[in-house]
């Protein structure tokens, strides 16, 4: 990837930034704190629910709701501002030690419940929203000014596709195809033979 491409992409990250700490005087105050309300209720039902679950992995443990609530806050502000889902480590340990008796495997596990439900509600709706026309498709991901999208998309050789995986000789030792021959005899220099074969066609 040349650096210069991934010097653009960093420096449209931190234009895009500052451009929404430059938009924050319009904001108005009373949509603002409606929006911040119902969205921290929806965290408090989210993390209600995985408080439930936790009851139901640990029914002899007694869990104060409030750390559970508090390490689903932090952890979800993470994600919201760190990319790669730091968050997850945060809660992990968080809730672990707010268990008596509990371990980071089960812990880790809980996780999954909502993971589902996620996977499931998610598909429903990005179903819907592309339907309409309200969401762009992903051939456009590469467009928006969203820094993990856009890079993501613009970048294939970091996403999974399926040109993405290619058979490719060790550094360290030079193609027979490179060589125009093969250093090998018997079967393993046919093997090598069609693999070069395979390469060239492809």
Known sequence: ??????????????????????????????????GLTFFGLYLTIRS???FNVLR???????????????????????????????????KLFLVKNSIPGA????VG?????????????????????????VFPKPPDFAKLNAFDLSFFAGHFQFTVSRNSVNWKWPASSASPCSRGGCARSGPACARASRSCATAAAT
């Open 1 to 34: 990837m040349p650096l210069a491409a991934l010097g653009d992409d960093i420096s449209n990250f931190f234009g895009a930034v500052g451009d929404f700490f430059g938009r924050l005087a319009e904001i108005h105050l009373v949509p603002l704190l409606l």
């Open 48 to 50: 209600r629910a995985y």
């Open 56 to 90: 139901a992995a640990y029914p002899d443990e007694t869990i104060a709701f409030r750390r559970i609530w508090g390490a689903y806050i932090a952890a979800y502000g993470f994600n919201n501002v760190i990319p790669a889902r730091g968050g997850d480590v945060i």
């Open 103 to 106: 371990s980071y495997s089960a």
């Open 109 to 133: 596990a809980s996780f999954f419940v909502e993971l589902i439900f996620d996977a499931v509600m998610g598909v429903f709706i990005l179903g819907f929203a592309f339907s309409q026309g």
